[in-house]
């Protein structure tokens, strides 16, 4: 929790003003933020200055596991967060490459289980990942990414937090995550959530203990009408003790996340968190 809080705080102290095209909007923007998420101490990293909200958030990732490309598919895990993007985007509505309502295109968890190879085959990165630790082996390229610039035209959004890269240190997993662009006050809770969550996974169906998750931000950013409320509100707030997660001890494979696994099986311990926030969401 101080980790977030102490961005916060270095975005409003240190932070340069950048004019945001796609939102019409200036940023309060600083470059390069590392955070640390102890999975190994179970501190799971809900913001406790507002209320937070994980449910969403993991049910999004779990989307992204099983390849999901479609809005309804993640709706029916529980989370609205791609209907927007799927249904209310303009350039992707005129896209040819739209099949029709709530379809997403080749985003995120489609590029994750079936990059395409130019002989018109698939490449599944995950089932690659998770073969390969189940087996204790870390080629040090245990790399999954989102991010493939030559089918971005097939999509309705790039991808922001766009890789993971696991790390296997004896008997212990580690992950670090990339992103490339942050909503600090809005988006990061959801992202911090994300990453614990992988990693707590990825460590329980490959037989590991779990160790730290690091996640790099380049571009971290309060919008100009998030910063009153930031500076006056959040900021000013005493936080309280991390809560805890726990994750169903059933999970055991890859193929469970793809099959049977639903928010039923994560569960919040000892969240104490002050009144919500309701800051400005850009889109």
Known sequence: MKQYLDLCQRIVDE??????????????????????YRVDKNEFPMIT???????????????????????????????????ANANLNDSWLNNTHRKGEDDMGRVYGVQGRAWAKPDGGTIDQLKKIVDNLSRGIDDRGEIMTFYNPGEFHMGCLRPCMH?????????????????????????LNFNQIQVFTFLALMAQ????????????????????????????????REPFSSPSLSINPDIKSLKDLETWVTMDDFEVHGYQHHDAIKYPFSV
């Open 15 to 36: 932070g340069t003003w950048i004019e945001n095209e796609r939102t019409g909007k200036r940023c309060l923007t600083v470059i390069n933020a590392d955070l640390e």
């Open 49 to 83: 200055t507002r209320k937070s909200f994980y449910k969403s958030a993991i049910a999004e990732f779990l989307g992204y596991i099983r390849g999901y490309d479609n809005a309804a598919d993640f709706r029916k895990l529980g989370t609205k967060t791609w209907d």
């Open 163 to 187: 890789t993971h890269n696991f790390s296997l240190l004896g008997d212990t997993l580690h992950l670090t995550s990339f992103q490339r662009s942050c909503d600090v006050p809005l988006g």
């Open 205 to 236: 169906i490959t037989g590991h203990k779990p160790g730290i998750a690091y996640h790099k931000i380049v571009n971290a950013h309060i919008y100009e009408d998030q910063l009153d409320l930031m500076q006056n509100v959040q900021l000013k």
